[in-house]
Each structure stands twice: as structure tokens, then as C-alpha cells.
């Protein structure tokens, strides 16, 4: 098993950054993908960022593409998303999410743990 915590969420005005930050515990953090996904109130779970095992390949979904950037540290089992030009459309409830597959992942279905969720609110 693996538990994923998230922490950095908030409130910001639009135009703001913010930086999320995800722990991992329990199965060896450095053997799978990570990613982060966000889900609307009344709308499905999407698809955020990505990184692979290594670090080495990104993926960004194109709402955020150019504004956030993923990182991560298997050192410290983490995985951050710096959120830059934050606008009122990214206010969510932002998900970690890891997959025991090393490979670069997009999709929910591909991962196997998640976090409880971190709420990030732009004010327009």
C-alpha cells in the first residue's frame, strides 16, 4: 500500500501562485508514476500533470500547460506542482496520485492510490 498526502492548498487572487506538495509512505515511492489530477464541484476528476518514475518525462494537460510545472523528489518521496497565473477556472480539489507502473501515466484508471485532496480556490 501507499498513502499519499497532499498539503499546500488555499485561496489566492487570480494571477497568484501557489505550490502543492505530496508525500508518500508505506511501498516504495520511487517505483511508479505520479501524477495530479483536480475535480470541480459537479464535475468529473481530470487530469492535471504527470511525471514519470525517473523525472525525466512530463505531461501537462493543455488548460495548464506553460503555467504549472511537476516535480519530484524520490529522495524525499514527494511529488510538487508549482502553480503559476493562477486563474478562477483552476479552483478545485486537487488529487495526488500514484501508479505502481513506472511509466508516464494520464489516466485515472492508471493509478492505483490517491490522496484525500487538497482544496485550491482562486478568487477572481
Known amino acids: 500500500q501507499v498513502q499519499l498526502v497532499e498539503s499546500g492548498g488555499g485561496l489566492v487572487q487570480a494571477g497568484g501562485s501557489l505550490s502543492l506538495s505530496c508525500a508518500a509512505s508505506?511501498?516504495?515511492?520511487?517505483?511508479?508514476?505520479m501524477g495530479w489530477f483536480r475535480q470541480a464541484p459537479g464535475k468529473r476528476r481530470v487530469f492535471v500533470a504527470a511525471?514519470?518514475?525517473?523525472?525525466?518525462?512530463?505531461g501537462y494537460a493543455d488548460s495548464v500547460k506553460g503555467r504549472f510545472t511537476i516535480s519530484r523528489d524520490n529522495g524525499k518521496n514527494s511529488v510538487y506542482l508549482q502553480m503559476n497565473s493562477l486563474k478562477a477556472e483552476d479552483t478545485a480539489v486537487y488529487y495526488c496520485?500514484?501508479?505502481?507502473?513506472?511509466?508516464?501515466?494520464?489516466?485515472?484508471?492508471?493509478?492505483?492510490?490517491w490522496g484525500q485532496g487538497t482544496q485550491v480556490t482562486v478568487s477572481s
Open positions: 496520485a500514484a501508479s505502481v507502473d513506472g511509466s508516464y501515466a494520464t489516466s485515472i484508471d492508471e493509478y492505483q492510490y
Open positions: 508505506g511501498r516504495t515511492f520511487s517505483t511508479g508514476a
Open positions: 511525471i514519470n518514475r525517473r523525472g525525466d518525462r512530463m
